[in-house]
């Protein structure tokens, strides 16, 4: 199912204890396109995805997939570790958070890198503390920029990295539109109307 995941994702997963089969639900922010990816017959056939279906609303779409087998959580069962969910899925790499004793982790790093491949596989110490931080705010700033459309991200991205915001802006108007291509007009209409989305939706999940 990763194949199909070209921008970012979260995802829980779910082993239904007598089937044994898997749900996996996918929260993508932003409009559907993303999950037409897994509606191709061979992905399917190589993801081992029994059925599959979508639900799109304005905050973004809900893909729920039944699969008869999903070695990523097989290799995370074998091991008797645990991991976090829901996890981030970011232009087809999963970012995750596992935890458990020292030499069970150390076999399932070891049998992660022999899957998919050592170049593949990156891994970082942390606590359990700073895991949980982490999963938090990745999964918290995935919802609230899912009520930007995709180009209203990448200007308030671009607007954000040139110093457009900043208190002393380090970029004009000017130079902003045209790195984004944009006439000066629209480009300060868009981050204006960004900002106040992205307000609006902090307030309203804090109340």
Known sequence: MSEGVGGKAALHVYKQPRS?????????????????????ANRL???????????VAKEGTLVLALKERCEFYGL????????????VMDGGCRIFCVYGNSEDLEKYIDNLEAYYGKNCV??????????????????IALFVLSTLT????????????????SPRRKTSLRELS???GLAKPTTS????KALRKLVQRV?????
């Open 20 to 40: 044994g089969l898997y749900l996996v639900a996918a929260y993508f922010p932003g409009t559907a396109n993303l999950a037409e990816a897994f509606e191709n």
């Open 45 to 55: 056939e190589r993801s081992k995805i029994l059925r599959i279906e979508k639900f």
């Open 76 to 87: 995370i069962e074998n091991y008797g570790i645990h991991i976090l969910t829901p996890y």
């Open 122 to 139: 990156s891994v970082k110490k942390m606590s359990i503390f700073e895991c949980l931080r982490s999963q938090m705010r990745d999964n």
């Open 150 to 165: 995709e180009r209203e991200r990448e200007v308030l991205l671009r607007a954000y990295r040139l110093g457009y915001l």
């Open 178 to 180: 045209l790195e984004v």
């Open 189 to 192: 209409i868009m981050v204006g």
């Open 203 to 207: 307030f309203e999940t804090a109340t």
